[in-house]
């Protein structure tokens, strides 16, 4: 009882508008550390994605080329079916300053992810109050979908948030100056190189929500045009892209900048229901996107922790609360922000019905819920009588708080532990040891469990992207979505015709399979270096 009382005595403290700063650098605090300490080495290792865009921003850093020859593209062809470029660019500056390695990859998601902190709060105070930015900002700060993802460099993480930074400027353009129009639409448009999923995303939610503008008379027809030329000026390299691609059309080069053609049509790997099937894809897709959204859960602890969700199980209920609440008091008239989020919300449904989703392809949905989550508990706050405000206060900051300590726990010392496969760990390093021992002799590496493990020896041995070119060795070249390769120069991967070789990298789980005569191993993580004579 005594516990109850201190805590609402400290709710009704702090949360008077006299200490709002004070809190809104706590927050800031607390989402800035969690997200930015130990990127380096929580996850564990390095995934085949972060290896792949870090080698391919060093390529073009060291030649002017992508690691498959291609200068400056607009999207890389990376494993075949494609590699979004936008993260690439964004870590150049990193990469030079700190080197190639993991924290110079992963920086660029933890720096977005900072940002977002203090443009959602900005957003909310924009359109509402300090307290209900507070809220939301609280609400994000400890969100376990925004602090994973900013914590290792999968390129498509970027999207959501920069997503959210156009829908600043839009709602700057409503509520101050329509000169943050053609802001907003660059935006949106810088979107579009992020992850795939923007084709389908980004022309809905301008279908949906210009006409709103318009029929408000928010943004004026001179203002609109030149936010339309302003977003296509930026878009259409993208947009040639994506019609190159679906018709079967040859790469473009305009100078330097290149369009290039892939193996495998992008929007047909990400979209699925563009097929004969329609009826009965749709419905799966549907039935695995409610599954997503319900249980806040993939199959894939490195997207979301089952126990935890993307923003936690306690808040899903307060985000249909939320939405009630808008369509119960806004019929009539309803408020631009809350009319651009339901519009996000329904472009994010649409794309949960026409592909097959994972955490990771319905990223844009996360930030409508975290908003959602924090109208419903304000509007479940209204609801109550005036002697239970103060305890429901109380009550909702004590369980997040909960959560969020044992979500952290379970963070930094289970799930280190339970995904060095998903993130190769300690394969950088057994690389490394390999290809520094005397005298050089062809080295083997395992598939077992690694995707892509000639990428890592590009990543970890920075190799030149001109002698990447002139040895790689494909087993089927421009064979769709995986370009599998056989060798790299001494470097070979998987099964081979020669039963011994000299050097070994094998996983943990693979060495007692190999009846190998040992003169001399080493274990880096899950990996073993082994030497034969």
């Not at 992850?195 to 408000?216: A, D, H, K, N």
């Not at 930026?234 to 369009?259: C, E, M, Q, R």
């Not at 109380?394 to 379970?410: D, E, K, N, P, W």
């Amino acid at each position: 009882m005594n516990l109850m009382t201190h805590i609402l005595n400290l709710f009704t403290h702090i949360s008077h508008y006299k200490y709002h700063h004070y809190l809104v650098f706590f927050l800031c605090l607390i989402g800035f550390t969690i997200r930015l300490l130990g990127i380096s080495i929580i996850p564990s290792g390095l995934n085949q994605d972060e290896a792949s865009i870090g080698y391919e921003a060093f390529s073009i850093m060291t030649s002017g080329h992508d690691r498959n020859g291609i200068s400056f593209p607009i999207h890389f062809i990376s494993w075949g079916s494609g590699q979004n470029a936008l993260y690439a660019y964004l870590s150049m500056p990193f990469i030079s300053i700190f080197g190639l390695n993991t924290f110079s990859v992963r920086i660029v998601n933890a720096l977005l992810s900072c940002m977002s902190l203090l443009v959602f709060y900005w957003l909310l105070k924009l359109s509402f109050n300090k307290k209900v930015a507070l809220i939301g900002m609280a609400l994000l700060t400890i969100s376990p979908w925004s602090i994973m993802s900013a914590r290792w460099g999968l390129e498509s993480n970027i999207f959501p948030t920069i997503f959210l930074f156009g829908v600043y400027f839009l709602l700057k353009g409503i509520y101050s100056s329509q000169l943050y129009f053609p802001l907003s639409f660059s935006v949106f448009a810088i979107s579009l190189y992020a992850y795939g999923t923007s084709y389908l995303i980004l022309p809905i939610f301008f279908v949906l929500v210009i006409p709103f503008l318009l029929y408000q008379q928010r943004i004026s027809i001179k203002t609109l045009l030149f936010s339309a030329l302003a977003f296509l000026t930026i878009a259409t390299p993208i947009i040639l892209f994506v019609i190159i691609n679906h018709l079967d059309l040859p790469a473009l080069h305009f100078g330097n900048l290149s369009i290039p053609r892939l193996d495998s049509n992008r929007t047909t790997v990400v979209f699925n229901v563009f097929s004969s099937d329609f009826i009965s894809i749709v419905i799966k897709n549907t039935v695995r996107f409610l599954n997503v959204l319900v249980l806040q859960n993939d199959g894939n602890e490195y997207n979301a922790i089952p126990a935890f969700g993307t923003i936690y199980q306690l808040s899903l209920p307060f985000s249909f609360i939320g939405i009630y609440g808008i369509l119960k008091s806004e019929r009539h008239q309803i408020k631009p922000v809350n009319f651009i989020f339901l519009m996000w919300l329904i472009c994010s449904i649409i794309l949960g019905v026409s592909s097959h989703i994972n955490i990771n392809r319905i990223n844009i949905l996360i930030y409508p819920l975290i908003y959602f989550t924090t109208l419903g508990l304000i509007e479940t706050r209204k609801m109550l009588r005036p002697e239970f405000i103060r305890g429901y206060s109380a009550l909702i900051i004590s369980f997040y708080t909960m959560l969020f300590v044992l979500f952290s726990g379970y963070y930094f010392i289970f799930f280190r532990a339970n995904n060095k496969n998903h993130f190769s760990y300690g394969l950088g390093e057994a690389i490394q040891y390999a290809n520094n021992l005397k005298p050089k002799r062809n080295i083997n590496i395992t598939e077992y469990s690694i995707n892509m493990p000639y990428i890592y020896v590009c990543f970890y041995t920075q190799l030149n992207p001109t002698t990447f070119q002139n040895s790689v060795i494909y087993i089927h070249e421009n064979s769709g979505e995986f370009r599998k390769v056989s060798s790299l120069g001494r470097y070979t991967f998987g099964k081979t015709k020669d039963e011994v070789q000299a050097i070994k990298i094998i996983s943990k789980e693979e060495i007692e399979i190999y009846n190998l005569d040992v003169s001399s191993y080493k274990c880096f993580g899950n990996y073993y270096v082994i030497e034969q004579k």
